[in-house]
């Protein structure tokens, strides 16, 4: 039996552990965080991911897999460790690879000839060929003895499990030793199809990817807006619109949230400022539009208070970056919800999918309807679409008392 090493076990290095551990693997998951590992030794996720925690416990019973602090020998070794923003006062910002070169000089003293290692983390082009770099410095081993491969992940929160297994994965090898040896491994686990490539390749296949949806949703958000000026319904003028056979404008939202969209498209803006107009503006687009959200819901209250004459109670529905997932990781409605607390508002909040959010008290959806003078949906939870819209003030910022 083969030996994996995983290396960050967040939101994607522990349903990968999982997945390889069930598929005839040892699996080593490695995180720097105690008490993460501490849990998830006794089969307790920290993450809300559909089926993770039962196939957790499965492969913690058969023995296939177990977390640790520090990395071990292996045959094969996966990178997916988080790449944030660095701390900076640019306008644009930059990609921190540090996590992953702290990740590679970590299992330098382990690597042996012909091991495989494999990034998945975000990283900007050229990451893979400079882990390389760095690893051969510290081994002292020729580029002969070891395999390196990018392979991005592309799942969405909430169907984790189910798309590691079912969507098309590209690889990039240094080599083209190292791209069969990569594909060899991802088939023994993903049913679909395994491209292979270059490193610099699948790089900007994974920022492009999510640079593509962050331009397209940057037009719907827009064209919100526009439609607003007119006084024009835009869920109902984006419905007609997509009559058309080919067109396909995406629903719009408050904002772009999430640890890919919102952040990927900087990696290329960052990278090539000068040669990257339209995916610069779609960033400035969807972020304005939390602004405009902002703006909007201050003039709707004022209205409101003027014709009621007092101040009243407003229930923020939803404060994930989107539906359906306790991810609220750079989500807009956080940062809507923050801009209005700070305009000394009385607000309450309600997001489902959470049990706690650090400065936010949380209520239900019974309790925030009956508390609420204004409600204000930000977030379109399927648990959201049972509310009575008739019967309650509203706003709708995404979508969701509407069908598209």
């Not at 913690?60 to 006062?89: G, W, Y």
């Not at 702290?102 to 900007?124: G, R, V």
């Amino acid at each position: 039996m083969k030996k994996c090493c995983v290396l960050g076990l967040g939101y994607i290095g522990l349903p990968t552990s999982v997945i390889i551990a069930k598929n005839g693997f040892e699996v080593v998951g490695i995180d720097l965080n105690p008490e993460i590992v501490a849990n998830i030794s006794k089969g307790i996720i920290h993450i809300n991911e559909k089926d993770l925690d039962e196939a957790l416990r499965n492969v913690l019973q058969k023995n296939t897999f177990k977390a640790q602090l520090i990395p071990t020998f292996a045959d094969i070794f996966l990178i997916a460790v988080p790449t944030p923003f660095k701390e900076n006062n640019t306008q644009i910002p930059t990609p921190n690879t540090d996590y992953v070169f702290a990740a590679a000089k970590s299992i330098s003293k382990y690597l042996k000839k012909d091991n495989l290692i494999i990034i998945e983390s975000t990283c900007p082009v050229g990451t893979t060929e400079k882990v390389a770099a760095l690893i051969y410095e510290l081994t002292g081993l020729s580029k002969s003895d070891l395999n390196f491969a990018y392979c991005p992940e592309r799942v969405i929160p909430g169907k984790i499990i189910s798309e590691l297994i079912s969507n098309d994965r590209i690889i990039g090898g240094l080599t083209e030793k190292a791209s069969q040896k990569a594909k060899d491994f991802y088939l023994k686990f993903c049913q679909s199809k395994v491209h292979t490539t270059t490193a610099n390749t699948a790089e900007l296949v994974k920022l492009s990817e999510n640079a593509y949806r962050d331009v397209n949703i940057a037009f719907a958000n827009e064209i919100s807006i526009i439609s607003e000026k007119f006084k024009i319904d835009p869920y109902e003028m984006i419905k007609l619109a997509n009559f058309h056979p080919r067109v396909n404008i995406l629903k719009p939202g408050c904002g772009v949230g999430g640890h890919c969209i919102a952040v990927d498209p900087y990696f290329i803006v960052s990278a090539a400022p000068f040669e990257s107009t339209l995916i610069k503006t779609a960033r400035k687009v969807n972020n304005n539009k939390i602004d405009w959200v902002i703006n909007n819901i201050i003039k709707e209250i004022e209205v409101l208070q003027n014709k009621v004459k007092k101040n009243i109670q407003i229930g923020i529905m939803g404060l994930t970056y989107k539906a359906n997932t306790d991810d609220i990781r750079n989500s807009p409605s956080i940062k809507i919800y923050k801009e209005l607390e700070k305009r000394d508002l009385s607000l309450l909040a309600c997001e489902p999918f959470k049990k706690e959010i650090k400065g936010i008290e949380l209520i239900s959806i019974d309790q925030i309807i009956e508390k609420s003078d204004l409600l204000i949906f930000l977030t379109d939870h399927n648990c959201f679409k049972t509310i009575n819209f008739k019967k309650i003030n509203y706003l709708d910022y995404c979508g969701i008392s509407k069908s598209l």
